[in-house]
């Protein structure tokens, strides 16, 4: 479906809402289509298609706001829809940081020419992505020792989308994805363990080949062997680059605007404060070409923008949607970001953490003794005071080696502490919209034997 055929979707839904009575309506209308094919013993596990298209409303009465949406374009859908949303929003309790951007302040860009996040090549068959899927298993299974693949797949998403309010913003823009994994297992029963690869791009040329992806995933699954409990005690921790983008989430969700409103925070009181050691940058960058996370304008209409969130370790500001920067008295970032079904909320595009000098083994050098952690599961978490616990599995190093795969152990700390004790390698992937390297940590407790 063309986008100017999406525009004219969600024109037909902003008149129905003004008819029915809305001060005020944004609509988003996002039309796609996904393949997905699994391979599982050198059958075909599963083959997926889907197609369709998503229209969500979101209405304004006064103070009071409704979402609502629908997966029918026809006029008299769209017109039910309206009088629905609009109904709702007349009981909807009011809120006084609702609405709509000024027209002023919207974004002149409307599309996402120059950032390349749409492969114009044909769509791949489903027999292409079984044989890509097969390849990858039959890779990991020529490792003698690989039990079996768990699920070797490939799969491939295109979409269109168009946003357009009642303030005059109308832009819309195309995203492609590609993606290949394999999950391999050794052992069997309580012996069992298991490790992933996977790889996603925007451009199928850029990917991986499925040989890579499925040798990769027996590879790490065979390092696992023998995986047993690490000692207790408090020991420096090594995450992996595969992983060190969750730690950073866990600070990038405390300066979200919705956690910092609801005093939720473990950061609320340190902005403008130390947070990170010096010289340590995390920056939003949302027009890297050919990166998933990029987007020229947000879920509002306000352009989109680089912007420094920590710099030479110093917290500078909060991640803002309208309504979160009304509730805090500061100016919006550009960060919203919604679901058909949903209102706009604070959400960020990519990010980029300062890399070191060093790589992944310079820092198990650096460390001595302790755990190298490839794969967390679980969590606890208070958002308030940012106590932290979660499961790990591994390797324990000593010596600055690797010595023997661990798991079913705990690592404990809290974040604010963390986040002041970090060391980066340079081994982040530049193709990810999460950049972060690997990242030494000092001084975690950890639940072993």
Not at 77 to 92: D, F, H, K
Not at 324 to 335: C, D, F
Not at 368 to 382: F, K, V, Y
Request: proline residues 5%; glycine residues 12%.
């Amino acid at each position: 479906m063309p986008s100017n055929d999406l525009s004219e979707v969600a024109e037909a839904a902003l008149r129905a809402a003004k008819k029915a009575g809305a001060d005020a309506a944004d609509a988003l209308v996002i039309e796609g289509t996904s393949i997905s094919v699994d391979v599982r013993a050198g059958a075909l596990e599963k083959a997926e298609r889907a197609e369709g298209i998503d229209v969500g409303l979101r209405v304004l009465v006064g103070r009071r706001q409704a979402c609502i949406s629908a997966s029918d374009r026809s006029v008299k859908t769209l017109s039910e829809i309206a009088e629905r949303a609009v109904a709702m929003a007349r009981e909807a309790p009011e809120d006084p940081y609702v609405g709509l951007a000024e027209t002023s302040d919207l974004s002149p860009v409307r599309s996402a020419t120059d950032l390349e996040l749409a492969d114009d090549g044909p769509e791949p068959e489903p027999g292409h992505l079984e044989a890509v899927a097969r390849t990858a298993e039959d890779a990991a299974l020529g490792h003698g020792s690989i039990s079996q693949v768990e699920l070797a797949s490939a799969g491939y998403g295109k979409w269109n989308m168009h946003l357009a309010a009642t303030n005059g913003f109308s832009g819309g823009y195309r995203r492609t994805s590609q993606s290949r994994s394999c999950i391999a297992i050794i052992g069997s029963g309580t012996g069992m363990d298991k490790d992933y690869d996977f790889d996603s791009r925007i451009f199928g040329g850029d990917l991986r080949s499925a040989e890579d992806i499925g040798n990769k995933a027996a590879e790490r699954a065979l390092a696992r062997a023998g995986a047993r409990k690490p000692p207790t005690g408090a020991f420096p921790v090594v995450y992996d680059e595969r992983i060190a983008a969750g730690l950073l989430g866990h600070l990038l969700q405390a300066a979200s605007g919705t956690s910092v409103a609801r005093g939720a925070s473990w950061l609320r009181d340190s902005m403008n404060t130390s947070v990170m050691p010096k010289g340590m940058e995390v920056t939003e960058e949302p027009h890297r070409p050919r990166v998933g996370g990029s987007r020229p304008f947000d879920a509002e209409g306000l352009r989109t923008g680089r912007r420094d969130i920590v710099k030479d370790g110093v917290l500078l500001g909060w991640t803002l949607d309208l309504s979160t920067a009304r509730q805090l008295g500061l100016s919006p970032t550009a960060n919203a970001a919604r679901g058909t079904a949903s209102p706009p909320a604070p959400s960020l595009s990519n990010i980029t953490m300062t890399q070191g000098d060093g790589s992944r083994a310079d820092l198990l050098a650096d460390m001595g003794t302790g755990l190298l952690i490839t794969s967390l599961i679980g969590a606890s978490i208070n958002p308030t005071t940012g106590d932290y616990s979660r499961g790990a599995s591994g390797f324990w190093v000593e010596g600055g080696e690797i010595q023997y795969p661990v798991n079913e152990c705990t690592i404990g700390g809290n974040l604010l502490e963390m986040m002041g004790r970090l060391t980066p390698a340079n081994d982040a992937r530049a193709h990810l919209s999460r950049v972060v390297p690997s990242l030494l940590v000092e001084g975690l407790t950890i639940g072993g034997e």
